[in-house]
């Protein structure tokens, strides 16, 4: 069990080292939380983590995002399911095409649709991540993968 | 030359037929301009809707620009940025025209378009912005649900990002709040009208990265300072209610509407006074001819208002489409796009492999 209180927005390092210290790709990081609560913050800090030096933007416009990363065969697939409204929509997305191979896969507002996402992802690892807000700056953060 | 444009990055299924950047016909098809919990596409139903309806909205715009597919010299299509399954469907559209017609296609990025949207012009040639060509340099500013961008352009097609969001986009900002407000989807012009009604100084929200000295910008956290105040008002924030329980959705039938109207208009002018300053600073940094704006967002008329303040203060041509229907997603811009593509580098525009011919759902300029 991992819980702690990050002070946004530096504090959201540590959950993405923790994180990276623990699996090697494929991997899903599932992000789960109200607005605001810090989850494109945080995908944000694991993509720097990761090497990647482009801004990360939300993709709740475009709601799939894919971010090469550096000196790696690996992929940062950034999935925003904020708009999406049923789970004939979360099919169309074809989210198994890319759960095989070296790709690294963040899923905001997963929990949205926690089973489909087991069910979709069921043959790689998944770290579910909860973000709460505490104040305007702080936010607690649980998992029970790490 | 007369192009026959498709748009479907979005839930609009989009048809124009231009000759060069006069529009001959546009044709919308929406029937999915859905007011869905969450807000914005359903990304099912609008490639549903583009395969069933892509053939008819092409027919119209054809005859309603009084000509036949056979008068048509070249198309066009958007293949990105927008959501990848809306895309594909008016890409095979083109491809498909293309091959049984055999005039070449020309695959325009949709936010080009968004800027070229200022070189349109009506079937008599009057311009649909005010002015009636680009005067270089010029900082070419995208304004949307999805894109917070500025760059540089020297030259037609010659693109320089100087500024873009970090995060949220300013129209994504609009939508977010207005949820919080339990103003539905889309939300942008509802803001607008609630902040009329309301006093602008009542909340004092953020503007961030006003001191970062880049031309970049951030609306997340101005967005999470709203949800903050919202609770503030309410009284549920910092009392003893299990921590995570801030909800949104029940929060806004506990406001008033004057508190809604003092939200609204205390963050729309924290959105405009950030977007603005990174503006100015980028206007005395380059000094440009003219500030050529596209987008959904130019639509709000306090954003213009303050635009044309500041253009008008450093001598500057203000630009942005007119008809509302034209800062929004529409095939017209793309129809434009295209003709300035074909002028500027002539062939060297068709697409040549279909095979490479994809969506982009993350398309840059």
Same mark, same amino acid.
């Given at each position: 069990?991992?819980?702690?209180?990050?002070?946004?927005?530096?504090?959201?390092?540590?959950?993405?080292?923790?994180?990276?210290?623990?699996?090697?790709?494929?991997?899903?990081?599932?992000?789960?939380?109200?607005?605001?609560?810090?989850?494109?913050?945080?995908?944000?800090?694991?993509?720097?983590?990761?090497?990647?030096?482009?801004?990360?933007?939300?993709?709740?416009?475009?709601?799939?995002?894919?971010?090469?990363?550096?000196?790696?065969?690996?992929?940062?697939?950034?999935?925003?399911?904020?708009?999406?409204?049923?789970?004939?929509?979360?099919?169309?997305?074809?989210?198994?095409?890319?759960?095989?191979?070296?790709?690294?896969?963040?899923?905001?507002?997963?929990?949205?649709?926690?089973?489909?996402?087991?069910?979709?992802?069921?043959?790689?690892?998944?770290?579910?991540?909860?973000?709460?807000?505490?104040?305007?700056?702080?936010?607690?953060?649980?998992?029970?993968?790490? | 030359?007369?192009?026959?444009?498709?748009?479907?990055?979005?839930?609009?299924?989009?048809?124009?037929?231009?000759?060069?950047?006069?529009?001959?016909?546009?044709?919308?098809?929406?029937?999915?301009?859905?007011?869905?919990?969450?807000?914005?596409?359903?990304?099912?139903?609008?490639?549903?809707?583009?395969?069933?309806?892509?053939?008819?909205?092409?027919?119209?715009?054809?005859?309603?620009?009084?000509?036949?597919?056979?008068?048509?010299?070249?198309?066009?299509?958007?293949?990105?940025?927008?959501?990848?399954?809306?895309?594909?469907?008016?890409?095979?559209?083109? =491809?498909?025209?293309?091959?049984?017609?055999?005039?070449?296609?020309?695959?325009?990025?949709?936010?080009?378009?968004?800027?070229?949207?200022?070189?349109?012009?009506?079937?008599?040639?009057?311009?649909?912005?005010?002015?009636?060509?680009?005067?270089?340099?010029?900082?070419?500013?995208?304004?949307?649900?999805?894109?917070?961008?500025?760059?540089?352009?020297?030259?037609?097609?010659?693109?320089?990002?100087?500024?873009?969001?970090?995060?949220?986009?300013?129209?994504?900002?609009?939508?977010?709040?207005?949820?919080?407000?339990?103003?539905?989807?889309?939300?942008?012009?509802?803001?607008?009208?609630?902040?009329?009604?309301?006093?602008?100084?009542?909340?004092?929200?953020?503007?961030?990265?006003?001191?970062?000295?880049?031309?970049?910008?951030?609306?997340?956290?101005?967005?999470?300072?709203?949800?903050?105040?919202?609770?503030?008002?309410?009284?549920?924030?910092?009392?003893?209610?299990?921590?995570?329980?801030? =909800?949104?959705?029940?929060?806004?039938?506990?406001?008033?509407?004057?508190?809604?109207?003092?939200?609204?208009?205390?963050?729309?002018?924290?959105?405009?006074?950030?977007?603005?300053? =990174?503006?100015?600073?980028?206007?005395?940094?380059?000094?440009?001819?003219?500030?050529?704006?596209?987008?959904?967002?130019?639509?709000?008329?306090?954003?213009?208002?303050?635009?044309?303040?500041?253009?008008?203060?450093?001598?500057?041509?203000?630009?942005?489409?007119?008809?509302?229907?034209?800062?929004?997603?529409?095939?017209?811009?793309?129809?434009?796009?295209?003709?300035?593509?074909?002028?500027?580098?002539?062939?060297?525009?068709?697409?040549?492999?279909?095979?490479?011919?994809?969506?982009?759902?993350?398309?840059?300029?």
């Amino acid at each position: 069990m991992f819980e702690f209180t990050a002070i946004l927005p530096k504090d959201l390092e540590i959950p993405a080292k923790s994180i990276l210290s623990q699996y090697k790709a494929p991997f899903v990081v599932a992000l789960c939380g109200e607005l605001g609560s810090g989850k494109t913050a945080f995908v944000g800090q694991f993509a720097k983590e990761l090497g990647i030096t482009s801004p990360i933007s939300s993709p709740t416009f475009i709601i799939h995002s894919e971010y090469p990363v550096p000196e790696t065969e690996s992929i940062l697939h950034h999935i925003d399911l904020y708009r999406i409204n049923d789970v004939n929509e979360l099919k169309e997305l074809k989210l198994e095409e890319i759960s095989d191979s070296q790709n690294i896969i963040v899923v905001e507002w997963a929990d949205k649709f926690t089973s489909e996402i087991k069910s979709i992802f069921n043959n790689i690892p998944i770290v579910w991540l909860n973000f709460e807000h505490i104040s305007e700056t702080s936010r607690r953060i649980t998992s029970n993968d790490l | 030359m007369k192009i026959l444009a498709i748009d479907t990055s979005c839930d609009d299924t989009s048809v124009a037929i231009s000759e060069n950047n006069k529009i001959l016909s546009n044709v919308f098809w929406s029937k999915i301009k859905t007011h869905s919990k969450w807000g914005g596409v359903v990304p099912l139903e609008a490639r549903r809707q583009h395969e069933e309806f892509l053939k008819p909205v092409i027919d119209t715009a054809l005859s309603e620009a009084n000509i036949t597919l056979d008068d048509i010299d070249m198309f066009a299509v958007t293949y990105g940025p927008g959501l990848a399954i809306a895309l594909e469907p008016g890409i095979e559209k083109a =491809k498909e025209l293309s091959i049984t017609t055999g005039k070449p296609l020309i695959a325009v990025n949709h936010m080009i378009g968004h800027i070229y949207a200022n070189l349109a012009s009506d079937k008599s040639g009057s311009s649909y912005s005010s002015i009636s060509d680009f005067e270089f340099p010029l900082l070419a500013l995208t304004i949307s649900g999805g894109h917070t961008d500025l760059y540089v352009m020297d030259d037609h097609f010659k693109f320089e990002q100087i500024g873009r969001t970090l995060d949220d986009a300013i129209g994504e900002s609009f939508d977010k709040v207005g949820r919080m407000l339990g103003m539905g989807f889309p939300a942008g012009y509802k803001i607008e009208q609630s902040a009329n009604e309301g006093n602008p100084h009542a909340y004092n929200f953020p503007r961030p990265m006003k001191g970062s000295g880049d031309l970049n910008w951030s609306y997340s956290g101005l967005k999470t300072a709203v949800l903050y105040q919202i609770h503030k008002i309410i009284g549920d924030y910092g009392s003893d209610q299990k921590e995570g329980e801030l =909800k949104m959705d029940d929060a806004s039938s506990k406001l008033s509407s004057q508190q809604i109207s003092d939200i609204s208009a205390s963050f729309q002018i924290a959105a405009i006074e950030s977007l603005v300053f =990174k503006i100015e600073r980028a206007m005395q940094k380059y000094t440009p001819k003219m500030l050529v704006v596209g987008g959904g967002v130019i639509t709000n008329t306090a954003l213009r208002t303050t635009l044309e303040r500041i253009c008008d203060n450093f001598g500057i041509i203000l630009s942005y489409p007119k008809p509302m229907w034209l800062c929004t997603d529409n095939a017209s811009m793309i129809a434009v796009a295209a003709s300035y593509m074909y002028e500027v580098s002539g062939e060297a525009c068709f697409v040549l492999d279909f095979d490479k011919l994809d969506r982009v759902p993350n398309l840059a300029i």
